[in-house]
């Protein structure tokens, strides 16, 4: 930071909004909100964050803190009845910023229900609310919407820049400490998240990870590997979500994490998220687990090779058969996505998720329905298919299939996958694979026998 660099406001509220009944996964941490925090940590004189989940009564915080600055984080649409509620009691002398996901889709809708927002910050927030913060005109910001008088004026999308590597969450302005929960039971291990890149650089037209939520094109950014793993540092959690849209793009990046990480001795278990082309790279596969990068996660999306080309996933079943059994041959824990309902397929063809998962050995599945965006290029696939649709909640249907049949083809392709002998694969798998360190499995083995299992069966004990 410049000598000069001050923020307009002196003593900023970071908020994670929530209300009770919202369908929230408490395990999970806000870091959208945290980037935003860290922005404004070394402008501002005070940043709070406030993760309501945790801790619902904010009108303490407001009240005692002479608060001049409120930043909320509107990412999912069960947020934005908790923000309106929050926004409606905040001080109107109090400056109001929206942002994230859902709030970069609904701008207008949220300044419509929402009054007394100033500024809503369209996608990525953390060089908009540094020139917020800075003072710098309204005008002349990209990538905001705000209230002059009483229209809203929305400025033009800021062009994607490449990834700050200084800026990353602040560990030390969290109030809480996020653990992994099962039914909110709390399994003993502690939970982070890590950003390390933004966007993908293929172009697979069900998916939307090369667009922001404006739907501008987002080429591959990342931070260098020295800035990850000075990150990861910081973090006390032993299992760490990579949430990258596709972490292994740059194979030499990957390589430069890995062996930083074991040559600072960092020991956690890392999920990632990444395209089935890493067979192609066996030295890269077996440092990644070596370094603890254990549960891979993978999209096939179909069985079927025609909605694969439809999709321009960029390989078949049959290529997909020869890169599992080249990435099998390290024991990472195996995670693959699939999509019920793709375009043109029957019945039967969606039925064959849960054989083809089987052949290709996965250890789990996660099978969702097809679902579209405002922005994303499946529109133009739906729009050229006869008889289908999409629903008021985004998600793609058709005059053969509908919603209702949809989720109960999903349910019979999961009844098939999930087998007795699926489930001791897995528990094998999370043996063998160290994904939890000895001392944490008979932990966990402990709490999921004596409280799930004894809660479910006697739901006595659990009553207040
Ligand atoms: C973790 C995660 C989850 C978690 C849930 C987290 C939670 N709290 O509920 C789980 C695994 C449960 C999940 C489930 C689902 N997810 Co999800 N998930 C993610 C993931 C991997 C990471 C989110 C994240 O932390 N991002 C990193 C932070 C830094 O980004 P960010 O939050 O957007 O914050 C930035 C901006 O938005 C902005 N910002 C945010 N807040 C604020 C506030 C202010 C004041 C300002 C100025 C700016 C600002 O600045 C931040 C920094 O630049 C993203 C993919 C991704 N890489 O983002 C998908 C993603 C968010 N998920 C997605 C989807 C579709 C789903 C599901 C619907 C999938 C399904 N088929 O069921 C479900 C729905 C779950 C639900 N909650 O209802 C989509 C959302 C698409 C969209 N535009 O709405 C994403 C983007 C993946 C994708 N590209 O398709 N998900």
Redesign the pocket.
Known sequence: MLAAERSLYRNVL?VYPHQKGA???KY?P????E??AAALECLAEKVTLIDMRFEPDLDKFIENNQVDLV??????D?QRDAAINIIARIPSNIKV?????????YVEELFAAIPSIDII?R????E??RDIALGLSLKEIPGISYRKDSIIIHNKSRDLVSLDDKIYPDRKLRRVNYRLLYKNIDLGLGID?I?TS?GCPYNCKF???TNN?LGQKRSWSARSAHSVVEELKTIDAEFV?V???NFAVDMKRVEEICDLIIAEGIKKTFAVALRLDIYKYPQVLRKMFAAGFKILSIGIESAQDKTLKVMEKGFDAALAKKAFKEIRKVNFYIHGYFIVGCIGESESEMLAIAPFAKSLKLDSISL??L?T?KYSPLNEVIAKSKGYHISDNDMVYSEDYSLERLKIIRHCISKSYYDFFTMLRIAKKIFTAHLISFPRLVRLIYILLFRVVISRYLPSCNRK
């Open positions: 970071c369908p929230e996964k999970c806000p870091i959208g909100i980037y935003i930043c909320l984080s509107v990412c999912w069960y910023i929206v942002g994230g996901r859902y709030a970069t889709t910050v996608g990525d927030g953390e908009s609310i998240f950003s933004r998916c939307s990870f939520p979500f949430v990258d849209d969702s329905m679902r965006e």
